[in-house]
Structure formats: C-alpha cells, structure tokens
C-alpha cells in the first residue's frame, strides 16, 4: 500500500520563476491538504482539495494555487516566487467518510529553496 | 497568542528517561494529533485522538478537553526518539484543516 508521495524532494528556483509541486495521496485517500513549513516553524495550512474542488483555504495569498485530479492527485503552483516563499511544502491525505476520523498521512516534502 | 502552544520547546534527556511534552490550545476541536517529524522533513502521525488516552509501544498520549492540555510521554527514552514533536488540531468537526503548534525538539543522550 502506497503512502502518500511528493515530487521533486527538492527544487531549486530563482526570484519571479513559478513552480509545481505534485502530490500523489494515500491509497484510497480522496482528500489532500497542502501545508508550508518555514525552517524552525510549525507547518501552515495552504489549502485544501475534495472533490476537484478548493474547500478551504489559509491565509496565503492568489499566487499560491493548486489543482485535484480525477485520481486524487493534486498539484501546488506558487507563482511570481518570492525569497519568503523558501520551505518545506508538505502534502497531507485523508478519507473524507473515514470511520476512523480526520487522521492524516504526510508525505516526505518537496524543500523549496528560492534565490 | 498561536491557537496551539507546545512546552518545552527544546528538551535534551538522557537515554532511559521519561519524557513529557505538553500541548495546550485556546479552540474547541474535534482531534488532536501527535506528529513525529526527523531531520529532512518527513512527518509521521502518532496519534490521533479526541479523548482519554492511547498508548502504543513506548509512546503515550494523554487529552484533558475541559482544560485544553494534552500531553506526550515517551518511556525508557532512546536517541532514536531523537526528533522533533508537533501538536496539531482538527479545530472544527469534519474533514478540516490542521493547525500546529511550533513543535518540541527532543534530543536523548546515549
């Protein structure tokens, strides 16, 4: 059983370039949820996607958008790069209708370094 | 004031020991997890719960929500527990998204 995977583990981009960043969730899993996390912090809440829709979303500003597939997969797109935008960028799915509840599966991260 | 505190934020013990990590929030919630993040990023969950208690191997987690604390214990504390440990919390029911505490560093001694 897959976990969840990221892609590329790290990247590295210039000042104004744009960037996507993939996410392929847990086998079974329908819900992704995206989260940055600066060096030394806690993760943010970027957004999150059920259904090929955004549900919800954090304080973060219109470059950062994203995308769910039909196969749940789902993409990150950071536009306009900016320094502050350097972090670990980690996707999170979960089962929307788990029994279980809300428990969610990390994946490795893909680190951004901005110059 | 962040919605999720962690205490201690750094915690360095020797190899044997017994750990307590505190986690404090200011919101209702559904869950509370317990997350283990190494060096290089990857996070791995540990617990989830909304209740009591749970216990798994050496790891214990703890959840008062009258009074919004939670706490992880690690007994018999190994430098492979070496990590850092992050609270977060499912703040609305549903399918919501997670909001972290800063996380607690932990480092065992051999």
């Known amino acids: 059983d897959a976990g969840v995977t990221q892609s590329p583990t790290h990247l590295i981009k210039t000042r104004g370039q744009q960037v996507t960043l993939r996410c392929s969730p847990k086998s079974g899993h329908d819900t992704v949820s995206w989260y940055q996390q600066a060096l030394g912090q806690g993760p943010q809440f970027i957004f999150q996607?059920?259904?090929?829709?955004?549900?919800q979303r954090g304080n973060f500003p219109d470059r950062f958008s994203g995308h769910q597939f039909p196969n749940y997969s789902s993409e990150l797109n950071v536009n306009a790069l900016l320094l502050g935008d350097s972090a670990l960028y980690l996707c999170a799915s979960s089962l929307e209708l788990s029994l279980a509840g809300n428990e969610q599966f990390f994946g490795p991260g893909t680190r951004l370094t901005v110059l | 004031k962040n919605e999720v505190e962690q205490s201690p934020q750094n915690l360095t013990a020797q190899e044997g020991e017994f750990i307590t990590i505190n986690c404090s929030y200011s919101v209702g919630i559904s869950a509370l997890h317990w997350l283990q993040q190494h060096p290089g990023g990857g996070i791995v969950s540990l617990f989830m719960?909304?209740?009591g208690k749970k216990k798994h191997g050496r790891l214990i987690a703890t959840i008062n929500i009258q009074e919004k604390h939670s706490s992880l214990h690690i007994t018999a504390s190994h430098p492979r527990d070496s990590a850092v440990y992050i609270c977060?919390?499912?703040?609305?029911?549903?399918?919501?998204?997670?909001?972290f505490g800063t996380g607690t560093r932990l480092t065992i001694i051999p």
């Open positions: 977060a919390v499912n703040a609305n029911f549903g399918n919501e998204k997670l909001t």
């Open positions: 996607y059920y259904e090929e829709e955004e549900r």
């Open positions: 719960l909304s209740s």
